[in-house]
């Protein structure tokens, strides 16, 4: 049965005869004399309304459903499209060396092989992305917190990034400007970098110019991405964090995207008892800044 139907059996079979109900127990109120009519009114009254909410109950909890059944169906289709790209290129790349046509063409040979590798660090990360919104949905994470520099871990990012897209595809600037020690899991930095590094890469135009800092502020650590992209209209600011929005449907190579990169990043900065913030302009781009307090580490060392 539909959420429409079920609405509408609900409205016949529990709203009209509440409503009757009620119109019942309000005449035998207003009318009886006495006091087994207003027990009886009171009664009708007290069905009535337990009815009543009870519907109400129901169809919130139907459309919930019906939402969530939506967004699994949005998912699996969204993530199946996702999958597909980078395989499709990996398969016609990896058959074409398989039937010999580059042979005498070692220039060509490499470049395909460097497209392969590329396509599957793509694949790598779009299921490393899949697997760490399922543990921190489930809180199944096991973060390894240490007290020490990001530099690594920005590093490690930068340079899987660096991996994934074709050499000049895009100018790229790392300033780490600190050291400053922080208790964080270098996996978890890792992963919070790399999926904005991906949000901007997937919503710059063919000029990509992405910009990665680290420094220290006098009261936070600050890890920030900047990018030249399509920015993001001030109405939807507040919902981009949120798991499954996307507000543009479309990004690489035509393909959907699933929706859960800043949920992952906003996860990860308050795993670190950190805010992610964004400053965002349309046609211009967007920043986003990973604020850690000191006071992390200081907490720590005492």
Known sequence: MSLTSAIVALAVGVILPVLLS?????VRLASGAKSEDIVFGVLVLSFAA???GSAIVVTVLLGKRARVARLQADFTANISHELRTPLASIRMYAQTLQMGRLDGDPKRTKESLEIILR?????????????AWRAAAGDREQPEME???MRVAVESAVARFERMVAPG???LSVTIECDTPVLHDADGIGSLLLNLLINAYKYSGSDKRIAVTLEDTGEHVELSVKDN?????????????????????GSRGGSSGVGLGLAIVRHQARSHSG???VESEEGVGSRFSVRLPHSIAEKIEE
């Open 22 to 26: 009620t119109s019942l127990g309000i």
């Open 50 to 52: 337990a009815a009543f």
């Open 119 to 131: 396509e599957t660090e793509w694949l790598e990360a779009m299921i490393d992305r899949v697997l």
């Open 147 to 149: 007290i020490g520099s």
């Open 169 to 171: 595809e895009v100018d």
């Open 229 to 249: 992209g399509i920015g993001i209209p001030e109405d939807r600011v507040g919902r981009i964090f949120d798991p499954f929005y996307q507000i543009d449907p």
């Open 275 to 277: 805010e992610v913030y």
